[in-house]
């Protein structure tokens, strides 16, 4: 095995041992620019689920290489601004992990990123992820800086994971996205267990 593919894979394994960073759907004291700035990489299952889009966006023509990330983007600040207007979902929490595992097949089966059936369902996801965000806000005074901190972060990894599997890509051919994709879809089914 690749040593840079059983290094990632030694650091998402990692994660397993740290509980406390499955879920941080708990609600927020203050709903800030720096609290939406700190959730995506807080939140590890909005962490897996941004990083998963991007990578899997690679697998794409190069005209439609940003259209899952802008989906995802998209939906998560709609489903925010429905989140802090009230509207839940019932097994919000069940969801999210569904999303990783939905994610994590998407990579795995090597699915070109621009099926529009797939795009769909990552609006849908990434939406569940924006409506857990927007409940959990104690206040909407703040909501344009909460707003603005989640989204920046999120596209930030989107970028990231993009790079990183285009580089990945060029070294190693669609083994890492194989790997990742799995990687992504037993962490989800170890956050379902831990619900």
Do not use: C
């Amino acid at each position: 095995m690749n040593r840079k593919i059983g290094m990632s894979l030694a650091l998402l394994v990692s994660t397993l041992w740290v509980p406390n960073l499955a879920l941080a759907h708990d609600g927020h004291t203050s709903a800030t620019l720096l609290n939406g700035l700190a959730h995506p990489l807080t939140g590890f299952d909005h962490l897996l689920a941004a990083l998963a889009v991007g990578l899997w966006s690679i697998n794409s023509g190069q005209k439609q290489a940003w259209l899952a990330p802008l989906v995802f983007i998209g939906a998560v600040g709609a489903g925010t601004l429905l989140g802090t207007l009230g509207l839940t979902l019932p097994f919000m929490e069940t969801g999210l992990v569904a999303s990783l595992l939905f994610f994590g097949s998407l990579m795995f089966m090597n699915a070109k990123a621009s099926a529009t059936a797939s795009l769909l369902v990552i609006g849908l996801f990434a939406s569940v992820h924006g409506m857990a965000h927007g409940s959990e806000m104690l206040s909407s005074a703040s909501l344009l800086g909460y707003l603005t901190g989640i989204l920046t972060m999120t596209t930030a990894l989107l970028v990231v994971a993009r790079l990183a599997s285009a580089t990945a890509q060029r070294q190693v051919g669609t083994v890492a996205l194989k790997v990742s994709g799995a990687s992504v879809a037993v962490l989800g089914v170890f956050l379902e267990l831990s619900i």
